[in-house]
């Protein structure tokens, strides 16, 4: 697998350049491999190094650690999710499970940041899932009543009222929901990288090739070196099938994003002068909106079954023209050409929604699969996958247990057939949210 290091992200480019990058090019012996250094990796490898100190840890990416996935999502630490397939009365105990784990993992982001000190921009002001079509009011109400039982706090507005908290009138209805957070993902991932403890070595831009078991121990290699390790844990998310890491049971899905130049003051007075929110879709292939702390406007509103290694220009100029529709329906009134960055980003997705935690053998562990909620279950994940690998327990671990496992996919090609097909009527249904 070979990433190509890309320098479009907006969130990235945030970030001062890093000069202490070290590349693996000799042979290495530990006794725990950490593969992938995202949310996940990094959370594990910091709890392996805490857990294990007279214990030499790796922990390897195939591009620069953090600035994958991790710092290119759209910084949702989410409470609750709508387009899942667990909000509906058969699935409500799988759903309360889930909204469990979100729970315990925006827990875990807090205390990593509060123990780091950490400044990411971290804004509880909740979040929004909001349609421009009266008749998803039906679906709001009934994901309403599932908050309620549940306890969340949460509140359905009409046209009126999301116009004076969102700046637009292009929403109908949406629910607003208080237990999200809103942050700046590129930063926390930053932090982490820049918190690892002293046995842990990171090698970037070092893609694992191949593994195997050998002797009952792992035998990796790589391009230019070998790794060998009594244990490892992949933590590589839309990754993993690649690596033949439970193949049947999650998928990569491509997401393309793009952030504005900050708004003028005019600008900003023109849609009403908003505090900083975020929206998610009512209809799941619908936008993903944010107003950033700095004024800045973030919109997702494309997903595709696309390599995930690297987007070519045509297909990201041609998602960049979505983006620009986007905003323009949401704020006619702001110029054009508004957009500075645009960037491709992999999600990872199982049949029914559900994550990846698990010990495959004795020494091979492997965490990920996170459906878009990777920042709070990732770092969880990392951290209860770590204690796994440790030999100890945990009650987040018996938590984890508890969720509903992902389900058995088809085989290649009724596999990408069928995603495709998904994501071509998905792309139909939610048109007029794009």
Not at 62 to 79: C, K, P
Not at 309 to 327: D, S, T, Y
Request: glycine letters at 8%; hydrophobic letters at 35%; proline letters at 4%.
């Amino acid at each position: 697998m070979s990433v190509i290091n890309d320098q479009h992200c907006g969130w990235i480019k945030d970030l001062r350049p890093r000069s202490n990058i070290n590349i693996i090019n000799n042979k290495k012996k530990c006794n725990f491999l950490v593969v992938g250094a995202g949310f996940t990796g990094l959370s594990a490898a910091r709890s392996l190094g805490l857990l294990n100190k007279d214990k030499k840890i790796i922990i390897i990416d195939a591009q620069l650690a953090g600035e994958g996935a991790s710092s290119r999502n759209s910084g949702y630490l989410v409470d609750t999710t709508l387009n899942d397939g667990f909000t509906s009365n058969k699935e409500i105990n799988s759903y309360k499970k889930k909204v469990k784990i979100y729970e315990e993992g925006i827990k875990a982001v807090k205390k990593y940041i509060n123990d780091h000190q950490v400044e990411c921009e971290w804004n509880e002001c909740g979040k929004y899932f909001a349609s421009s079509r009266l008749e998803d009011e039906k679906k709001i109400k009934f994901f309403s009543n599932i908050l309620s039982s549940l306890n969340f706090d949460n509140k359905i507005l009409y046209n009126k009222d999301l116009k004076n908290k969102l700046g637009t009138n292009f929403y109908k209805i949406g629910i607003f929901t208080k237990g999200g957070i809103l942050l700046h993902p590129a930063k926390l991932a930053r932090s982490m990288v820049e918190t690892l403890p002293f046995n842990v070595d990171l090698y970037e831009n070092s893609p694992l090739i191949n593994w195997k078991k050998s002797n009952d121990k792992i035998e990796c290699v790589l391009k230019n070196s070998t790794i060998q390790a009594d244990k490892i844990i992949f933590c590589t998310n839309g990754f993993l099938s690649s690596q033949k890491i439970k193949p049947r049971y999650s998928f990569p899905i491509t997401l393309t994003a793009s952030m504005t130049r900050p708004l003028s003051g005019n600008e900003f007075e023109s849609i009403g002068k908003p505090k900083e929110w975020g929206v998610l879709p009512v209809r799941p292939m619908g936008a993903t909106i944010r107003m950033t702390a700095n004024k800045r406007i973030l919109i997702r509103n494309t997903a595709e079954l696309n390599n995930p290694n690297f987007m070519n220009k045509f297909n990201l100029q041609k998602n960049i023209k979505l983006h620009e529709v986007g905003i323009k329906k949401r704020f006619p009134e702001l110029p054009k050409n508004l957009i500075e960055s645009s960037w491709s980003g992999v999600v990872c997705r199982s049949g029914n929604g559900s994550q990846i935690f698990e010990k495959l053998e004795n020494n091979i562990f492997v965490a990920g699969c996170y459906n878009g909620s990777g920042i709070g279950v990732g770092t969880l994940f990392g951290e209860q996958i770590a204690l796994m690998a440790s030999n100890q327990d945990s009650d987040k671990i018996s938590i984890i247990e508890e969720r509903k496992k992902p389900n058995w996919l088809p085989p290649q090609p009724f596999l990408n057939i069928g995603i495709s097909a998904r994501l071509f009527y998905e792309r139909i249904i939610a048109s007029s949210e794009i």
